[in-house]
């Protein structure tokens, strides 16, 4: 975080449908079980299947009061890398900060494709989900190596609200894959 | 387990639902409209999932949901709509019939632009729009006060015999997860209270009528008694934020006088953007300018003498509207321009259409020169 910055910021660019606002909101909720104070809003639009899209989310130790758009993350993270070279991804982010990409390609093309030089860290969360849950669903996996680049919040707590919002919903096997899959994810180099 | 019930994280939509599946309302008519919000979303489910007995009945336009709500609160029942945008416009010929009949209906609103051109974003057209439908109208900066103006408001628009609006900033509050303290379900229900209404249709030991016809004999009074019923609502919503505070512990006032002490220059806004607003005030402040923002929470019936009172010390006023009244000036302007009785403040109009306002903007504003009285664009390309 850059000096003198309270709040801690967060940029999900993704498509449609690959479940970024989910992510945003499963953050979200993990730092409020640690007390913090939170705000998770998508960049506003009609929602389209497959369109690019952004989604936010502001972490801090004080209350929240501003309700502009995150303009200045402390890490950005992009949930498909067919957006690399399409949207901009990399605008105000300091070479120190963290750029997260679900992705096969390696630091360099990242980099190349992007223009962004600072630290990159490329994983493959559609691969790791398709492997452990059995489905392509990298935004829960993608939490994982989030959570382990930022330290914003801690894994158990990710895990906790996973386990929580969702246990009724997918049942008991899918619950504990995904958060297997967030895991795996954590613990990647 | 106590504890972490109370502190959440919901949009602004989910903590209405959070409040009225407190309140447990007898009757909700709804359309889902495109654009509808998570109010009706997250309600409707709640009601599904037997969390509220609430009878949700899907109506074929917003026009029918408003008919609906009115029929259902003139038969006796607590009745409640919630709308957005397209959907106001579409209700605007039954909302005077709501206040004209005295209803204490609650509507939720996420407050948006309005066609054409067609555009769902945030914005306060919609609203402003219907300012003059007899309405309370009653705005809100974030997810807490969403959640804690359903409550006032609803005891306001009983108390007052007259419906009242709750109004979110379309999307920046309505889709926005932020941190809220919500009410034991037994205070929420002890603010509640039981819904005893003095007229209604279905008392049959006392038969009367709502709504009949009116002609030039009567009909002048029974707006003049709408009048002075919307005259008595400031004394009573005094009354009531003051209960509310001391319950809920959260301060609640007309409005929200932030930093303006010895402001001597001093913003006026209302909703989501006067958190963005405070944040550009303390920065100021921390660099010594004597700078203050006024959040105008309750807007109709207008609080002109209390405004006009927290506006008497600040040297120059600018006036930031999210909304347009084409060949005139823009409505909160006016009334604060009223309140105040001075006629050089400064109008910045802003946001339309769902236009981004950073703190920095605002920051610049405070820079401006004030005096020049020509109205202004933010973030006008």
């Not at chain 1, 059995?134 to 801690?154: C, D, Q």
């Not at chain 2, 609803?154 to 379309?170: F, N, R, T, Y």
């Not at chain 2, 405004?307 to 009244?325: E, F, W």
């Amino acid at each position: 975080m850059k000096l003198g910055k309270k709040i801690f910021e967060i940029i999900f660019h993704a498509r449609g449908g690959q479940g970024a606002k989910t992510a945003a909101e499963l953050l979200a909720q993990a730092a409020l079980l640690e007390g913090k104070f939170v705000q998770a809003f998508p960049d506003f639009g009609p929602e389209r299947t497959g369109a690019p899209m952004k989604t936010f989310v502001r972490i801090s130790d004080e209350p929240i009061l501003t309700h502009e758009p995150i303009v200045d993350p402390d890490v950005v993270v992009i949930m498909d890398e067919t957006l690399l070279g399409i949207v901009e991804v990399s605008k105000n982010l300091d070479e120190q900060e963290n750029l997260i990409v679900n992705s096969t390609k390696d630091r360099e093309t990242i980099s190349q494709k992007t223009g962004y030089v600072g630290n990159i860290f490329p994983i493959d969360a559609t691969g790791l989900s398709a492997e452990i849950i059995g489905e392509p669903r990298p935004n829960t996996a993608i939490l994982g190596k989030l959570v382990n680049i930022t330290e914003v919040v801690k894994l158990e707590s990710v895990a906790e609200v996973f386990r929580e919002k969702y246990l009724d919903k997918i049942g008991q096997e899918k619950t504990d894959k995904n958060i297997q899959a967030i895991e795996k994810a954590y613990d990647s180099i | 387990m106590t504890d972490k019930k109370k502190n959440i994280a919901l949009t602004g939509g989910a903590a209405a639902a959070e409040a009225l599946k407190q309140i447990n309302p007898d009757v909700m008519p709804v359309y889902p409209i495109t654009p509808q919000t998570p109010i009706i979303e997250t309600y409707a489910k709640m009601v599904a999932d037997g969390e509220a007995d609430t009878e949700m009945i899907q109506v074929e336009s917003e026009h029918s949901a408003m008919s609906a709500t009115v029929g259902a609160s003139a038969a006796g029942a607590r009745a409640m709509s919630a709308s957005s945008s397209q959907g106001i416009m579409l209700m605007a010929e039954v909302l005077p019939i709501a206040s004209g009949m005295r209803l204490p209906i609650l509507m939720l609103v996420s407050a948006r632009a309005i066609s054409a051109p067609i555009n769902i974003h945030g914005d306060h057209q919609d609203v402003m729009f219907v300012r003059d439908s007899g309405w309370i109208q009653i705005f809100s900066e974030n997810s807490q006060e969403v959640y804690d103006n359903t409550f006032i408001a609803l005891k306001l628009a009983e108390k007052a015999g007259l419906p009242a609006m709750v109004i979110m900033d379309g999307f920046q509050t309505s889709h926005s997860v932020e941190n809220l303290e919500i009410l034991e379900d037994s205070i929420a229900k002890k603010i509640v209270g039981e819904y005893n209404p003095k007229n209604y249709l279905l008392d049959f030991e006392n038969p009367k009528t709502f709504g009949p016809v009116s002609l030039p004999n009567s009909y002048f009074e029974f707006k003049r008694a709408q009048i002075e019923a919307m005259g008595g609502v400031i004394g009573k919503l005094i009354e009531i934020n003051k209960e509310y505070s001391d319950i809920s512990g959260r301060e609640y006032d007309l409005f929200e006088a932030y930093k303006m002490d010895d402001a001597e220059k001093a913003i006026v806004v209302v909703g989501s953007t006067a958190g963005t607003a405070k944040v550009a005030v303390d920065e100021l402040r921390e660099q010594g300018e004597k700078v203050g923002l006024l959040k105008i929470k309750l807007f109709r019936p207008f609080p002109y003498k209390q405004i006009a009172d927290a506006l008497k010390n600040a040297k120059q006023i600018a006036v930031l509207d999210r909304t347009v009244s084409f060949g005139s000036v823009a409505p909160l302007y006016s009334e604060i321009a009223n309140a105040t009785g001075k006629k050089d403040l400064q109008s910045y109009i802003y946001g339309l259409g769902g236009r981004e306002i950073f703190k920095e903007d605002i920051k610049k504003l405070f820079q401006d020169n004030w005096e020049n009285k020509k109205v202004k664009y933010i973030g006008l390309k």
